[in-house]
């Protein structure tokens, strides 16, 4: 999985700037066993029936994809994609190396539930051309998993990361979730300190968000307690601290890695890498232009089925609002962005005084750098509140072409 040549450290500006070359693929895989309480995702539960007709959809769909590649980076999300057989898997993924190429050292990455990861799955997948995985660990606390709506146990995490080292993948993620109302500082520092006992190439850290329309958000609505931003980033600032101690560097606000495995496929997106999405709900990118597929399942399966694209939604993505959201994505990674018009723009501005003031913001060798990671939302809300240019080109909204 690791690149050819020198291997640069995960928070170098080199690596950064390399990774919006990089071409990348997402697939999206929608079934659950049920659905999480706090997930907005275009998933469903309790239709694994349909995975067959719809590892067939997905094949369709990446023929008619129009030449391109290759690929750097492959990411197969959901949803649960180790719910699907690994043959369905190796098949998707032998049309998009013949569609469009595969380049050696390539990551090719899914993500996977500790309750279902067993040692037969995780080898024939192996086997199949997997080499990453991305385990939903959440917490090691009983309580917060029954809240967050997991299955898994905490000794089930360490038994699948096990798994996954035994059967040959090269790297390993666990997602982690913080701050739910139940857990407490000393759930954390124990959830903390049990992820790095698995040894870890990679971690994830998020803060539990209450997404309108989830059942955490009814919930919320009827008078749950939220979650509370301030216990978020006390939890995340320990994250950041035990991160570093056991050797993993943080790259992106959420994100930190091990010399040799950040993730491709995430570091091209936050860099404008073009990347391709297939299945219900996924996003592309591409050519300066940015589209969605139909996010209901049936409706997608109706589309691709009928020969028909599943696609909805165009966006054209240039000029003012292209360099907009270059700093927009590039401000989340610890090497910054280069600061180009829209990032001088906002060094400039009278509200960009005042984050350099406070010390939110940096520039270093010609990259703009958000230097109190916590604030990066804050930095965001500056970016869009600024008008374009005089005469600027804006992006665009139409419709499919017929």
Same mark, same amino acid.
């Given at each position: 999985?690791?690149?050819?040549?020198?291997?640069?450290?995960?928070?170098?500006?080199?690596?950064?700037?390399?990774?919006?070359?990089?071409?990348?693929?997402?697939?999206?895989?929608?079934?659950?066993?049920?659905?999480?309480?706090?997930?907005?995702?275009?998933?469903?539960?309790?239709?694994?029936?349909?995975?067959?007709?719809?590892?067939?959809?997905?094949?369709?769909?990446?023929?008619?994809?129009?030449?391109?590649?290759?690929?750097?980076?492959?990411?197969?999300?959901?949803?649960?994609?180790?719910?699907?057989?690994?043959?369905?898997?190796?098949?998707?993924?032998?049309?998009? *190396? #013949?569609?469009? !190429?595969?380049? %050696?050292? @390539?990551?090719?990455?899914?993500?996977?539930?500790?309750?279902?990861?067993? /040692?037969?799955?995780?080898?024939?997948?192996?086997?199949?051309?997997?080499?990453?995985?991305?385990?939903?660990?959440?917490?090691?606390?009983?309580?917060?998993?029954?809240?967050?709506?997991?299955?898994?146990?905490?000794?089930?995490?360490?038994?699948?990361?096990?798994?996954?080292?035994?059967?040959?993948?090269?790297?390993?993620?666990?997602?982690?979730?913080?701050?739910?109302?139940?857990?407490?500082? *000393? #759930?954390?520092? !124990?959830?903390? %300190?049990? @992820?790095?006992?698995?040894?870890?190439?990679?971690?994830?850290?998020?803060? /539990?968000?209450?997404?309108?329309?989830?059942?955490?958000?009814?919930?919320?609505?009827?008078?749950?307690?939220?979650?509370?931003?301030?216990?978020?980033?006390?939890?995340?600032?320990?994250?950041?601290?035990?991160?570093?101690?056991?050797?993993?560097?943080?790259?992106?606000?959420?994100?930190?890695?091990?010399?040799?495995?950040?993730?491709?496929?995430?570091?091209?997106?936050?860099?404008?890498?073009?990347?391709?999405?297939? !299945?219900?709900?996924?996003?592309?990118?591409?050519?300066?232009?940015?589209?969605?597929?139909?996010?209901? /399942?049936?409706?997608?399966?109706?589309?691709?089925?009928?020969?028909?694209?599943?696609?909805?939604?165009?966006?054209?993505?240039?000029?003012?609002?292209?360099?907009?959201?270059?700093?927009?994505?590039?401000?989340?990674?610890?090497?910054?962005?280069?600061?180009?018009?829209?990032?001088?723009?906002?060094?400039?501005?009278?509200?960009?005084?005042?984050?350099?003031?406070?010390?939110?913001?940096?520039?270093?060798?010609?990259?703009?750098?958000?230097?109190?990671?916590?604030?990066?939302?804050?930095?965001?809300?500056?970016?869009?509140?600024?008008?374009?240019?005089?005469?600027?080109?804006?992006?665009?909204?139409?419709?499919?072409?017929?």
């Amino acid at each position: 999985m690791k690149p050819s040549g020198e291997i640069l450290p995960p928070d170098d500006p080199r690596l950064a700037d390399q990774a919006g070359g990089w071409r990348s693929a997402y697939l999206h895989v929608p079934f659950c066993e049920e659905v999480c309480p706090y997930c907005d995702f275009a998933v469903v539960a309790g239709r694994d029936q349909l995975a067959s007709r719809y590892g067939k959809a997905l094949v369709a769909e990446i023929r008619s994809a129009p030449d391109w590649g290759p690929l750097d980076a492959v990411n197969f999300g959901g949803g649960t994609p180790s719910r699907m057989a690994p043959e369905l898997l190796e098949r998707i993924l032998q049309e998009l *190396s #013949s569609r469009f !190429g595969i380049r %050696r050292g @390539a990551e090719v990455s899914l993500e996977a539930n500790p309750e279902d990861w067993t /040692l037969q799955k995780a080898e024939s997948l192996v086997t199949a051309g997997f080499n990453r995985v991305s385990l939903g660990a959440q917490s090691f606390d009983t309580e917060v998993l029954s809240y967050l709506g997991r299955r898994h146990t905490p000794a089930r995490i360490g038994r699948a990361v096990t798994v996954a080292r035994k059967a040959g993948f090269v790297s390993v993620n666990l997602d982690l979730i913080m701050g739910s109302p139940p857990e407490s500082p *000393s #759930s954390w520092t !124990g959830t903390l %300190r049990k @992820a790095m006992e698995t040894d870890p190439d990679h971690l994830s850290t998020y803060s /539990l968000t209450v997404e309108p329309g989830t059942v955490l958000w009814k919930r919320v609505r009827a008078g749950a307690c939220p979650p509370d931003p301030d216990r978020q980033a006390e939890r995340w600032e320990e994250a950041d601290r035990e991160s570093a101690r056991a050797g993993l560097v943080r790259y992106e606000i959420s994100n930190a890695a091990r010399l040799g495995h950040p993730c491709r496929y995430n570091l091209s997106v936050w860099g404008q890498g073009e990347y391709l999405g297939f !299945g219900n709900g996924a996003h592309s990118f591409r050519d300066g232009r940015r589209w969605e597929n139909l996010r209901g /399942l049936d409706r997608y399966l109706d589309a691709v089925e009928s020969g028909r694209s599943p696609n909805h939604r165009f966006e054209l993505i240039e000029g003012w609002s292209a360099e907009t959201e270059r700093v927009l994505l590039g401000i989340r990674r610890t090497a910054g962005v280069r600061i180009g018009r829209a990032g001088e723009a906002l060094w400039k501005s009278a509200r960009g005084r005042e984050l350099r003031r406070a010390g939110v913001i940096g520039l270093h060798e010609g990259r703009l750098v958000v230097e109190r990671p916590l604030l990066t939302d804050e930095v965001s809300r500056a970016i869009l509140s600024m008008p374009p240019p005089e005469n600027a080109e804006l992006g665009k909204v139409f419709a499919p072409e017929s």
